[in-house]
């Protein structure tokens, strides 16, 4: 049986013959021209895919080209393919339970997620995902299903908010492994709450009154005070500042050699280097937990004896880093310094394009200090 390869401009050189014959493309198996004795040339499709036979006509090469004809065959084939997918997995329809495919998510996602984040994420999946879908099917789970959970969770809108995506990524990675037909991810069209926080900032007046507050506390707790002080004075993340170490600080800046963002350099102001200079160093960590080594681990712990006992129950620490960002804006500094303040990957890019964006930096830090009492 003669093969081509097929071109357009060879069509025409398919003579008719005393008996029908076809030639088959080199290229889509199963896919040719058949020439019949009356001259008519007809595109075809003779093969075999997913146990399905498959034997159908295409067209008139006069009415398609080949091209065209070429398309409809793959368009057929895929659709056959998507068939048989979706006729195996209704098949299987008894499918892993979520828990058991949820773990394996998990597993082979702890090579991408930080320590810290994989610890957080599994706390949602095991706090506000499992309840609701530890018993069910990868393969029963529909937009029905995930609507009620998220609902179920208003009262908790950011943990709800939180979940979403990693119910999200288990669903997805059930496509991938062709556990669900492509495309049916039921987190997709749900819409997140709106978190409503009147305030995630301190003003100026309201810092004066937050440091006068902490000096309440500062005979039994001065570790947990200098550490929420220089969060609030460098902008840093509560665990970039704990897990410091005396060797990080160098030429006026500390040097973060694994952040959230991955390495970062903080440019240090004169109240973040005072508070450094009033400390003993004891440890190789800046702020050393009881045994001297390992970080301080009691911060939180009196966070939330603090909220209890002032007017700033509200106030998360996350919002002395909010606070920070906020003085940065009101000094005047664009948005590119602040992100390289803060340390936000996505600025970055923008700032290589900057003029000096390290003198730019520093002269930031500077000028922010001014928004801090120089008695704190």
Not at 102 to 125: G, P
Request: net charge positive; aromatic share 12%; with cysteine.
């Amino acid at each position: 049986m003669p093969t081509a390869k097929l071109k357009q401009s060879i069509i025409s050189s398919f003579k008719p013959q005393k008996r029908a014959y076809v030639v088959r493309d080199i290229f889509l198996k199963g896919f040719g021209i058949k020439v019949i004795p009356s001259g008519q040339r007809t595109y075809f499709l003779d093969c075999q895919r997913k146990g399905v036979k498959i034997k159908q006509l295409i067209g008139d090469c006069n009415d398609l080209s080949l091209f065209e004809a070429r398309m409809k065959v793959k368009n057929l084939l895929f659709s056959i393919n998507q068939d048989a997918i979706n006729q195996k997995l209704e098949e299987n329809k008894v499918s892993i339970p979520f828990k058991i495919f949820s773990q394996q998510v998990f597993e082979n996602y702890k090579r991408n997620w930080k320590s810290s984040t994989y610890e957080v994420n599994m706390s949602y999946l095991r706090c506000q995902i499992l309840p609701f879908f530890a018993t069910k099917s990868m393969t029963d789970i529909d937009q029905q299903d995930v609507s009620q959970w998220f609902s179920a969770l208003k009262n908790k809108p950011s943990a709800a908010n939180r979940s979403l995506p990693i119910l999200s990524i288990i669903l997805q990675q059930a496509e991938l492994k062709n556990i669900r037909p492509v495309g049916t991810n039921p987190c997709y069209g749900i819409k997140r709450y709106k978190i409503n926080s009147n305030k995630t900032f301190l003003t100026s007046e309201e810092v004066k009154i937050f440091f006068n507050s902490l000096d309440k506390f500062e005979g039994e707790y001065p570790n947990e005070i200098k550490a929420l002080k220089l969060i609030l004075f460098t902008g840093c993340r509560k665990n970039e500042i704990l897990s410091s170490e005396w060797n990080w600080v160098r030429d006026n800046q500390l040097f973060l050699p694994d952040s959230k963002s991955g390495p970062r350099t903080v440019w240090l102001s004169k109240q973040a280097l005072a508070l450094l200079s009033s400390m003993p160093k004891i440890s190789k960590f800046i702020f050393p937990g009881y045994d001297n080594q390992e970080h301080n681990r009691r911060l939180d712990y009196f966070w939330s004896k603090f909220r209890k006992e002032t007017e700033f129950s509200e106030l998360r620490i996350h919002d002395l880093r909010h606070t920070y960002a906020s003085l940065a804006s009101l000094s005047g500094e664009n948005i590119l310094i602040v992100g390289k303040l803060l340390g936000h990957n996505n600025i970055n890019t923008t700032l290589i394009y900057t003029h000096s964006p390290e003198n730019e930096a520093q002269k930031a830090v500077e000028e922010i200090s001014m928004g801090f009492d120089d008695k704190c």
